[in-house]
Each structure stands twice: as C-alpha cells, then as structure tokens.
T-cell receptor, first 112, second 111 residues
Framework: EAGVAQSPRYKIIEKRQSVAFWCNPI?????LYWYQQILGQGPKLLIQ????????DSQLPKDRFSAERLKGVDSTLKIQPAKLEDSAVYLC??????????FGPGTRLTVT | GEDVEQSLFLSVREGDSSVINCTYT??????LYWYKQEPGAGLQLLTY?????DMKQDQRLTVLLNKKDKHLSLRIADTQTGDSAIYFC???????????FGTGTQLKVEL
C-alpha cells in the first residue's frame, strides 16, 4: 500500500513570497491533517479535514495560511506571504476514520 | 506548561534496553502513541495504547501506561544502532483524534 505522498520535499523562498505544498493521502483515508514541525519541537496541528470539510483549523494562522482539500482526496497548503518564522517542516498525515495517523515525509521550508 | 513532556536525550549501548518516558496532562486522552522520526524523514507510527490498558507488547517494544500519574513509557529491548532516532509520544484528544506531541527524545545507540 502506498504511503502518504508530499511534494516538494524541499523549498527555499524569500520572505514575503508565496509557497504551496501538496499532499496525497493513503487511498481511502477520510481524514487528512497538516502539521508544522519547527526544528527541535514536536509537530503542531495546523488543520484537520474530514473528507473535504474542515474539522479543526483553530491553530492555522489564517491571515497568511490557507488549505483546501478539493474532492476529499489531495490537499494543498499555501502560505502567502511567508515570514522567517515559517521555516519548518510541513507534515501531512492521513487516517481512516478517527484512528491512527500515518505521516508523509514532509516538506522542509526555508524562508530567507 | 506543555501538554506532553519528554526528556530530550537518551544514550544507551547496543544490546541494552532503552526506556523513554513521557508525561501528559489530559486525563481524557483516549489513545497514546509512540512515533519514531529518523533524520530527514516523516514520523513512523511505532505503537499505541488505548487508555483503558496498562501495558502493550509488540515484539521488542513494550508500552506501559500509568493513568494515575499520567505517565507513559516505551521500552525497546535489545536496542540496535538502527533504533537511533527521535521518539515522540502523543496524546489523542477529542473525537477527531487530534494529536498533541511531546518535544521528542533523541535516542543515541552506541557500539
């Protein structure tokens, strides 16, 4: 069974630029999560989708971050404009209904 | 304070047992998880325990849960160099299985 796919794996941008990350969850997984992992810390949930609806986006900085999951499968996370403190690894995870989460390899973002 | 706390580093010799500890604050957690993260990689689910259990064993891994003290531990028997990684514990809160992670424990296995 294929795992969670993410692209790109690495991205370097300048502050105030825009960036988008893509995630393809495990087939059949209804729930999709985006996490931000700053160096030396554990992942922190940004947003959770159930199919194509948002379940929890309380920790998403909505002035600059947006996410969508069209058709309840793939998802994109966008940052516009980026700040230096957005440098982190962005992890996507998926799970069957309300159970254990499986993570992708992440996208490492560096904002200069 | 942090919802989930872990010590930052643990160093063991190859072949010894490793014990990684975690404390959490939310007594209503339904599941508690252990994830492994190798350099440059995502998180790999190792094992999990339901909150009504005290212990779970899975090959070289043993999870112990003390609900009274809100303490979770992961024991790795016969630790190998391939076990060197960062280990995260996480508690699941709410019906949506929202995970709160600890800061991670870096395990170093020496020959």
């Amino acid at each position: 069974e294929a795992g969670v796919a993410q692209s790109p794996r690495y991205k370097i941008i300048e502050k105030r630029q825009s960036v988008a990350f893509w995630c393809n969850p495990i087939s059949g997984h209804a729930t999709l999560y985006w996490y931000q992992q700053i160096l030396g810390q554990g992942p922190k949930l940004l947003i959770q989708f159930q199919n194509n609806g948002v379940v929890d986006d309380s920790q998403l900085p909505k002035d600059r971050f947006s996410a969508e999951r069209l058709k309840g499968v793939d998802s994109t996370l966008k940052i516009q404009p980026a700040k230096l403190e957005d440098s982190a690894v962005y992890l996507c995870a998926s799970s069957p209904q309300g159970s254990e989460q499986y993570f992708g390899p992440g996208t490492r973002l560096t904002v200069t | 304070g942090e919802d989930v706390e872990q010590s930052l580093f643990l160093s063991v010799r190859e072949g010894d047992s490793s014990v990684i500890n975690c404390t959490y604050t939310d007594s209503s957690s339904t599941y508690l998880y252990w994830y492994k993260q190798e350099p440059g990689a995502g998180l790999q689910l190792l094992t999990y325990i339901f909150s009504n259990m005290d212990m779970k064993q899975d090959q070289r891994l043993t999870v112990l849960l003390n609900k009274k003290d809100k303490h979770l531990s992961l024991r790795i028997a016969d630790t190998q160099t391939g076990d060197s990684a960062i280990y995260f514990c996480a508690q699941a809160k709410g019906g949506g299985n929202k995970l709160t992670f600890g800061t991670g424990t870096q395990l170093k296995v020496e020959l």
